[in-house]
C-alpha cells in the first residue's frame, strides 16, 4: 500500500493492469463512484484493496463489493453466484441509471469467464465497456451494443420469473415455457440463472410501476378492493416500493421469513380493533403502512393510510 502511494504513474501501470486500465481512461471526477468485484478469496479481497488505495489517492468513492463462489472451480456454484452477481448488482446499477450516471464496466483484469459475462450484462446495463489487451497499452472502449430484451415475453410470464426469483416452487410446465438458459436447475429445484436474473432484472420495474401484481399464492394473500384502489393512486417510485414489500410478504408466507425491511407484525390496543396487523409498504423513514386482517389463515391486505395513534 506504501508503494502504491509513493510511485508515479509509469510505474504504477506496471505494477497492475487494473490500475494501468485506470490511468489509461484517465478520467478521476470527484463525482464519480468505483466499485470494485473481487472473488470471496484472500488474494482478491487483498488485490481489491490495493486498487482502492489508488483510487482513494485520487479522492474518489469507492465500494468493493465481494461475491461468493464467483470461481469455475464448481460450475453449480459459480452459476448460482452469477444469479446472484446480477440479481444485485442490476439493482444498484438501474438507480444510479434513475439518477442519471453514465456507467462504464471496466473489465480489465478478472477471470475471463466472469468477465465474458460482464460483457453481455455491460450491453443491457453500461454505456459501454472499456479494456486493455494483456500485452498492450491501448485502451480498448465498446459502446453499448444494440441487444434489446424480449420485454412482451416477459411481461406475459412475470408470475413465472417472479416465482423462480422469489423460490417458491412453481409447476414445472410453467417453467418449460421459459428458454432453458434463463432456467437453473440443480437437483429438482429450479431458479434463475444468471441470464435469467439479467433479463428478469430489467423488466421488473418497468412492471412493478405500472400496476399491481398478482398474489402467487392466492389462497393466503388477498387484496381488498379499497387496497387496489389505493394503489392506483400512487406514484410509480411508490407502486415499485409496494410491490416490493409485497414479493417480501411472499417469503414471509412461504418461508416464515420476515425481514427487518417488512416488518410485519401484530397490532395491539385500539389499532387492533380494526386491523390485525401492518407491514412498511415503503423504503425510508416512510410513515405510511399497509394495514391487514388474518382471517382462516389468509392475509387479507385493507389499506394504506399514516401510521396509526
Known sequence: KSKIL?????????????????????????????????????????????????????????????????????IENFHIALADLTKNLSQELQGYIDSNYEIVFNLTGGFKSVNSFLQTMASLYANKSIYIFEGSNELLEIPRLPIKVDEEFIVENYNIFRSLELGILVDEKKVEKLHKTLVLKIDNEYSLSAWGEMVWQKVKNKIYKEKLIEPLQRDKIIYSKRFKKEFESLNPSEKLQLNKSIDKLERLVAFDENLKSLRYHPLKGEEASKYSHEFYPFDGNESRRAYCNEIDGKKILEKIDPHLK
Do not use: M, P
Open 6 to 74: 509513493s510511485l508515479n504513474e509509469k510505474e504504477l501501470s506496471l505494477l497492475s493492469a487494473e490500475i494501468n486500465s485506470l490511468l489509461k481512461y484517465n478520467r478521476f471526477e470527484k463525482n464519480d463512484i468505483h466499485t470494485l468485484l473481487c472473488t470471496d478469496t484472500y488474494l482478491g479481497k487483498k488485490a481489491s484493496e490495493l486498487v482502492e488505495v489508488f483510487l482513494k489517492s485520487k479522492n474518489l468513492t469507492v465500494n468493493i463489493y465481494t461475491q461468493k463462489d464467483l470461481r469455475t472451480d464448481e
